[in-house]
C-alpha cells in the first residue's frame, strides 16, 4: 500500500517475495498504489517470470475495499522507509514487515504495540527469509489485539481527545508506558 516511488523500494519487495517459498506455494503479492515506478515495477515483475504471482492494483481508497485487502493479507511490507502505512496496516490488525535501516517516518513507534518484524535492509533474501517465516494464517487474537490498541491510541477520536484536553489545559493521565491511561 502506498506510492510506487524509488524510496519506497517496490523493487526490493518484488525480488525478495519472487525467492520465497510463499510465490511457489501460489501467495499472491499485491501491490496496491499508483506512481512514477508502476511501469517499471510491471517490466520487472514479467522480467523476473513473476506475472502469475504478481498482481497490481493502483491506488485503493474506499475502506470497504481496504478492509477486504487487509482480510486476506497475511501481512504487508515496507521495503523502504515505513510511514503512515504502519498505522494503516496495524489499524486493520495486519502485521508489518519493516526494512530495519531506513530513514523511517514518527510512525515506526508503533512497533511498541507488536505486529512488526524488521528484515535487513536492501537484501532480498532476508526479505525472503523473514517473508517464508510468517505463519501462514496469522493469529487472530493477536491481529485484534493490535487493530484496538491502534484504535485505542490513533484513531482520529483518539487523537482529537488528545488535542482537545490541551486545548482545554485538562491533564491528562498517563500510564507507565508514557501513553495516556484513558484510552
Not at 53 to 78: K, P
Not at 94 to 105: A, C, G, K, N
Not at 108 to 118: K, N, P, S, T, Y
Request: hydrophobic share 45%; aromatic share 4%.
Amino acid at each position: 500500500m502506498g506510492r510506487l516511488v524509488s524510496d519506497k523500494k517496490v523493487d526490493l519487495l518484488i525480488r525478495g517475495f519472487l525467492r520465497s517459498d510463499l510465490a511457489t506455494r501460489g501467495v499472491r503479492l499485491v501491490i496496491v498504489g499508483e506512481g512514477a515506478e508502476r511501469k517499471v515495477l510491471a517490466d520487472l515483475v514479467s522480467e523476473l517470470g513473476g506475472n502469475a504471482s504478481v498482481t497490481f492494483l493502483g491506488q485503493v481508497a474506499d475502506v470497504n475495499d481496504l478492509r477486504h485487502l487487509y482480510e486476506d493479507a497475511l501481512c504487508s511490507v515496507s521495503p523502504g522507509y515505513v510511514g503512515l502505512s504502519l498505522t494503516q496496516s496495524l489499524g486493520f490488525g495486519v502485521p508489518m514487515l519493516i526494512s530495519r535501516d531506513e530513514p523511517h517516518s514518527p510512525e515506526l513507534e508503533l512497533a511498541r504495540i507488536g505486529g512488526v518484524e524488521f528484515f535487513e535492509t536492501d537484501s532480498p533474501l532476508a526479505l525472503a527469509a523473514a517473508l517464508d517465516a510468517l505463519a501462514p494464517a496469522g493469529n487472530a487474537c493477536e491481529r485484534q489485539r493490535i487493530s484496538i490498541a491502534i484504535r485505542k491510541t490513533y484513531s482520529a477520536e483518539a487523537m482529537a481527545a488528545g488535542i482537545a484536553s490541551a486545548l482545554k489545559n485538562t491533564k491528562q493521565e498517563l500510564g507507565d508506558d508514557g501513553w495516556p491511561s484513558n484510552r
